[in-house]
């Protein structure tokens, strides 16, 4: 059978199927150009995402990942002009400066954009200075109102969203990898409590949402713990690495590929997503990055308590179990180790 769809003023006429991943496969039939593309390609050229927080970390490798992909893609942070976006090469991308803890402003710019996706990145992330009894309200406003603006805004215009979350929303106790569906959340800091309080809010105000909780990020745009470490490994001859805290560190553009590739999917849901490579503790990811880097500086392990240093408690246990991505059709990220090498080739570090 000859079925067709239109897309803006062409109609496209379906010329085969593929039964394997369930997808259509469509062809201009008038006018002497014959494009062939697949439904899903067709989703992806129509889309005009949203991306909080693209002077941060992942927003701006989300920014940068989704124009490559041909989206229209709109970046926006507190600051009036956003360094990291205005020195990409492409022009296409917009930039628009939004606070998300005013629901008035975050209203009047969702809905004169009227994004088809929404990649929420936007977070206070000093997870020591959240602590501070006059940064709490602060913290809550960003992570948890924020969230519940945007989330509020976002049905009104009928935009799918992606909130990024933390395993922070767990305790860390035991050692079993915490899964998407577990519900014994007990944060141990407040960074934790205000990014579950965005999650809750997301779950309530929501139907079509990710959810994706990640950890230990580093990425180009920001300061990280890699860039951190080499800083202070090349001043000593010795440099203390934590030990009992086991997870897995998180590339940035490697997981900005994962967002766009979910947010051009209907599979919402909740999700984990950090690279591949095993579970490994501050110190080993410490060690892994002097010796990538030719580095003889020695690392001592200690623990959390010896180390002594951080206002808020973390968890022991952030490992993340990440087959709900493979079992929904998702590629895993690339093993963390690549990713290093990468970041640390393509950052000149
Ligand atoms: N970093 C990690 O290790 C980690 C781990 C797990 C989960 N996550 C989550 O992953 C997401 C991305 O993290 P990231 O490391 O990319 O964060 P990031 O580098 O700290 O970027 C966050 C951005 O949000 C902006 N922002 C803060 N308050 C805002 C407000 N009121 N209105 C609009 N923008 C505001 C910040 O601007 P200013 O810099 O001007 O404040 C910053 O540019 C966050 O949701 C975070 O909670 C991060």
Redesign the pocket.
């Known amino acids: 059978m000859d079925a067709c769809r239109k897309y803006g003023n062409i109609r496209y006429h379906q010329i085969s199927s593929d039964e394997v991943c369930g997808d259509l496969f469509f062809m201009e039939r008038s006018g002497t150009e014959k494009v062939q593309f697949s439904a899903a390609e067709s989703r992806r050229r129509e889309m005009k995402v949203f991306v909080?927080?693209?002077?941060?970390?992942?927003?701006?490798d989300c920014v940068r990942e989704l124009a490559a992909r041909g989206h229209e893609t709109v970046g926006?942070?507190?600051?009036a002009e956003?360094a990291g976006i205005s020195d990409l090469a492409d022009r296409s991308i917009r930039y628009v400066p939004?606070?998300?803890?005013?629901p008035q402003a975050v209203f009047a710019v969702i809905s004169e954009i009227r994004p088809d996706a929404m990649i929420?990145?936007?977070?206070?992330?000093?997870v020591d200075a959240a602590e501070e009894e006059e940064n709490r309200a602060?913290v809550d406003?960003?992570?948890h109102l924020?969230t519940k603006y945007l989330a509020e805004a976002a049905k009104a215009s009928g935009a799918r969203l992606l909130?990024?979350?933390?395993?922070?929303v767990f305790d860390g106790n035991g050692d079993r990898p915490w899964r998407p569906d577990d519900l014994t959340y007990a944060p141990l800091n407040y960074?934790g409590q205000t990014?579950l309080a965005?999650e809750l809010a997301v779950r309530s105000i929501m139907e079509k949402y990710f959810i994706v909780?990640?950890?230990?990020?580093?990425?180009p745009?920001?300061?990280?713990?890699v860039k951190t470490m080499l800083r202070i490994g090349k001043a000593r001859d010795s440099v203390q690495g934590v030990n009992d805290q086991t997870g897995t560190p998180?590339y940035?553009p490697d997981l900005a590929g994962l967002l766009a590739d979910l947010i051009e999917t209907e599979k919402y849901g909740i999700y984990h997503a950090t690279n591949e490579g095993g579970y490994i503790s501050w110190y080993d990811f410490c060690c892994e990055i002097y010796r990538q880097c030719g580095l003889d500086t020695a690392v001592i392990p200690v623990t959390a308590e010896e180390y002594g240093r951080s206002r808020a408690r973390r968890p022991k246990n952030s490992r993340l179990d990440k087959s709900k991505l493979a079992e929904n059709g998702f590629r895993p990220l690339p093993d963390w180790r690549d990713a290093l090498a990468r970041y640390l080739r393509e950052a000149k570090l």
């Open positions: 909080t927080g693209a002077g941060g970390q992942l927003g701006y926006s942070d507190l600051a956003c939004l606070d998300i803890t005013d929420h990145c936007a977070a206070w992330t000093a602060k406003a960003v992570n924020g909130y990024l979350s933390t395993d922070y960074y990014k965005g909780r990640t950890a230990w990020v580093f990425g745009n920001g300061g990280n713990f998180t940035t």
